[in-house]
Every structure is written in structure tokens, then in C-alpha cells.
């Protein structure tokens, strides 16, 4: 298995401090965290060597029901899980 590269510190924190700022927010709901993740899964990505990514969110998918979001590559296809680990 080959060694993974690792994420940089700088990108957790930007993360949670986007969480602590967007708690601040009166009526805070489900949706409002959703942008804070998508920048972080697209920053995430690009460090961690899967170059860069597409978030859609809440797509109406048949086989998977609705998912509040996919991750989907350069040419808009979901990556295989496979890869992830080849």
C-alpha cells in the first residue's frame, strides 16, 4: 500500500474556525455548516493528492436516495473507493 500524504494543520483550523464562526449565527441550521465542509473537502483533496473536486449537493439520485452531498473528480465522475486505496 502506498503512504498517504497528510493534510496540512493550517487547513484543520481554517475548517474549525469556520464551524466556531458560523455557530455565532443566530438560527443555525444543518445547512448552515454545509459550506465550511464543501471548502474543506475541496481543499482536502487537492493536499491529500486527488487533485480537484466538484461538490454537488442535495441531488436526487436513485439509487442512493437524496445525499446532502457527492464528491465527484475533474471530469465530474464519483471517484471509485478503489482508488483510494491502490
Do not use: C, H, W
Not at 28 to 50: H, I
Not at 71 to 79: D, E, K, L, R, S
Amino acid at each position: 500500500m502506498r503512504g498517504f500524504p497528510s493534510l496540512k494543520p493550517a487547513t484543520i483550523r481554517r475548517y474549525l474556525e469556520a464551524l466556531r464562526a458560523k455557530q455565532l449565527v443566530s438560527a443555525v441550521t444543518e445547512l448552515t455548516y454545509r459550506e465550511p465542509l464543501a471548502d474543506f473537502l475541496r481543499t482536502a483533496a487537492e493536499e491529500l493528492g486527488f487533485g480537484a473536486v466538484t461538490i454537488n449537493a442535495e441531488l436526487s439520485m436513485p439509487l442512493a436516495g437524496k445525499p446532502d452531498f457527492q464528491v465527484a473528480n475533474a471530469t465530474g465522475a464519483p471517484a471509485p473507493l478503489e482508488s483510494l486505496y491502490s
